[in-house]
């Protein structure tokens, strides 16, 4: 059974930048596109970055594109969100998804001045 562990979440500044990390388990990772979504209060989840098997192809939201980074490491069947120049409309639930069915609980990222 696929289980995602999110992290890294919390209050951040305007401008400022946080890492999430989600890490996976009971399957071979390395077998799974991944991707991170988010849901802000109120909204839709909307798709924020996705990452291919292997790492060497990744693809943004227009939104995300030059503020955002995913990357990951198959040694360590984790994928990473570097996120950059925060917003307060980044604020959100972000969570991990490897492709298509399962789901990682979530992680609270919080833009405030």
């Known amino acids: 059974q696929v289980q995602l562990v999110e992290s890294g979440g919390g209050l951040v500044q305007i401008g400022g930048a946080l890492r999430l990390s989600c890490v996976f388990s009971?399957?071979?990772?390395?077998?799974?596109?991944m991707r991170w979504y988010r849901q802000a209060p109120g909204k839709e989840r909307e798709f924020v970055a996705g990452?291919?098997?292997?790492?060497?192809?990744?693809w943004y939201a227009d939104s995300m594109k030059g503020r955002f980074t995913i990357s990951r490491d198959n040694a360590k069947a984790t994928v990473y969100l570097q996120m950059n120049s925060l917003k307060p409309e980044d604020t959100a639930v972000y969570y991990c998804?490897?492709?298509?069915?399962?789901w990682g609980k979530g992680t609270l990222v919080t833009v405030s001045s």
């Open positions: 990452i291919n098997r292997s790492g060497w192809a990744t």
């Open positions: 009971g399957r071979t990772f390395s077998n799974y596109d």
């Open positions: 998804n490897a492709d298509p069915d399962y």
